[in-house]
Protein backbone atom coordinates (compact mmCIF):
# COMPACT_ATOMS: atom_id res chain seq x y z
CA UNK A 1 0.00 0.00 0.00
CA UNK A 2 1.47 3.39 -0.86
CA UNK A 3 0.50 6.14 1.04
CA UNK A 4 0.84 10.45 0.16
CA UNK A 5 0.47 12.71 1.98
CA UNK A 6 0.23 16.44 -0.14
CA UNK A 7 1.17 19.61 1.67
CA UNK A 8 2.21 22.91 0.34
CA UNK A 9 -1.45 24.55 -0.74
CA UNK A 10 -2.75 27.81 1.01
CA UNK A 11 -4.15 31.12 -0.43
CA UNK A 12 -1.79 33.66 -2.71
CA UNK A 13 -2.84 36.31 -4.94
CA UNK A 14 -3.46 36.20 -8.53
CA UNK A 15 0.54 35.96 -10.40
CA UNK A 16 1.73 34.67 -7.00
CA UNK A 17 3.73 31.18 -6.57
CA UNK A 18 2.89 27.97 -4.73
CA UNK A 19 4.86 24.64 -4.39
CA UNK A 20 2.54 22.02 -3.70
CA UNK A 21 4.92 18.39 -1.99
CA UNK A 22 3.92 14.92 -2.09
CA UNK A 23 5.66 12.71 0.17
CA UNK A 24 5.19 9.03 -0.72
CA UNK A 25 5.51 6.14 1.67
CA UNK A 26 8.37 3.87 1.73
CA UNK A 27 7.26 1.42 -1.40
CA UNK A 28 8.24 3.89 -3.99
CA UNK A 29 9.86 1.24 -5.69
CA UNK A 30 6.95 0.03 -6.98
CA UNK A 31 5.54 2.85 -8.28
CA UNK A 32 5.99 4.12 -12.37
CA UNK A 33 4.63 7.24 -12.51
CA UNK A 34 3.57 10.20 -9.85
CA UNK A 35 0.59 12.83 -10.86
CA UNK A 36 -0.99 15.57 -9.47
CA UNK A 37 -4.83 16.58 -10.41
CA UNK A 38 -7.30 18.98 -9.43
CA UNK A 39 -10.91 19.26 -8.13
CA UNK A 40 -12.94 22.86 -8.46
CA UNK A 41 -16.42 23.30 -6.74
CA UNK A 42 -18.85 21.86 -9.26
CA UNK A 43 -16.37 20.47 -11.74
CA UNK A 44 -14.68 17.08 -13.13
CA UNK A 45 -11.58 16.52 -11.42
CA UNK A 46 -8.57 17.28 -14.12
CA UNK A 47 -4.82 16.18 -14.81
CA UNK A 48 -2.41 18.85 -14.30
CA UNK A 49 1.01 17.43 -14.74
CA UNK A 50 2.86 14.32 -14.29
CA UNK A 51 6.08 12.70 -13.51
CA UNK A 52 7.84 8.88 -14.16
CA UNK A 53 9.43 7.97 -10.68
CA UNK A 54 12.34 7.21 -13.25
CA UNK A 55 13.82 8.63 -16.56
CA UNK A 56 12.96 12.07 -17.60
CA UNK A 57 9.83 12.12 -18.55
CA UNK A 58 6.87 14.86 -17.60
CA UNK A 59 3.64 15.63 -18.88
CA UNK A 60 1.37 18.82 -18.25
CA UNK A 61 -2.29 19.90 -18.93
CA UNK A 62 -2.77 22.28 -21.52
CA UNK A 63 -3.68 25.12 -19.26
CA UNK A 64 -0.52 24.66 -17.06
CA UNK A 65 1.88 24.61 -19.51
CA UNK A 66 4.73 27.20 -19.18
CA UNK A 67 3.52 28.02 -15.77
CA UNK A 68 4.14 25.12 -13.74
CA UNK A 69 6.68 22.67 -12.79
CA UNK A 70 7.13 19.36 -11.77
CA UNK A 71 9.59 17.55 -10.15
CA UNK A 72 10.64 14.64 -7.85
CA UNK A 73 13.25 14.16 -5.56
CA UNK A 74 13.88 10.06 -5.69
CA UNK A 75 16.31 10.09 -2.00
CA UNK A 76 12.95 11.97 0.04
CA UNK A 77 10.01 10.18 -2.02
CA UNK A 78 8.76 13.11 -2.62
CA UNK A 79 7.04 14.54 -5.94
CA UNK A 80 6.73 18.91 -6.14
CA UNK A 81 4.68 20.97 -8.05
CA UNK A 82 6.09 24.50 -8.70
CA UNK A 83 3.13 26.45 -9.59
CA UNK A 84 3.92 29.86 -10.48
CA UNK A 85 1.56 33.09 -12.53
CA UNK A 86 -1.52 31.69 -10.88
CA UNK A 87 -4.99 32.77 -11.93
CA UNK A 88 -8.00 32.42 -10.27
CA UNK A 89 -9.18 29.68 -11.92
CA UNK A 90 -6.66 27.73 -10.38
CA UNK A 91 -8.78 27.54 -7.50
CA UNK A 92 -9.25 24.04 -6.50
CA UNK A 93 -8.43 21.06 -4.27
CA UNK A 94 -5.05 19.66 -5.63
CA UNK A 95 -4.52 15.71 -5.76
CA UNK A 96 -1.58 13.67 -5.74
CA UNK A 97 -1.59 10.66 -6.62
CA UNK A 98 0.52 7.11 -7.64
CA UNK A 99 0.23 4.63 -10.66
CA UNK A 100 2.07 1.05 -10.16
CA UNK A 101 2.83 0.13 -14.17
CA UNK A 102 2.31 2.09 -17.47
CA UNK A 103 -1.42 -0.20 -18.09
CA UNK A 104 -2.60 0.50 -14.26
CA UNK A 105 -4.99 3.89 -13.84
CA UNK A 106 -4.42 6.33 -10.83
CA UNK A 107 -4.48 3.84 -8.31
CA UNK A 108 -3.66 5.89 -4.83
CA UNK A 109 -4.53 8.84 -4.07
CA UNK A 110 -3.74 11.53 -1.10
CA UNK A 111 -5.74 13.45 0.49
CA UNK A 112 -5.75 16.83 -1.06
CA UNK A 113 -4.53 20.19 -0.28
CA UNK A 114 -6.81 23.44 -0.91
CA UNK A 115 -5.35 25.98 -3.41
CA UNK A 116 -7.21 29.47 -3.61
CA UNK A 117 -6.27 31.97 -5.45
CA UNK A 118 -7.17 35.45 -4.46
CA UNK A 119 -8.03 37.63 -7.24
Not at 4 to 28: F, H, I, K, Y
Request: glycine share 12%.
Amino acid sequence: QVHLVESGGGLVQAGGSLRLSCAASERTFSLYKMGWFRQAPGKEREFVAGILWSGDGTDYGEFVKGRSTITRDNAKNTVYLQMNSLKYEDTAVYYCAARSSYSSPYRYWGQGTQVTVSS
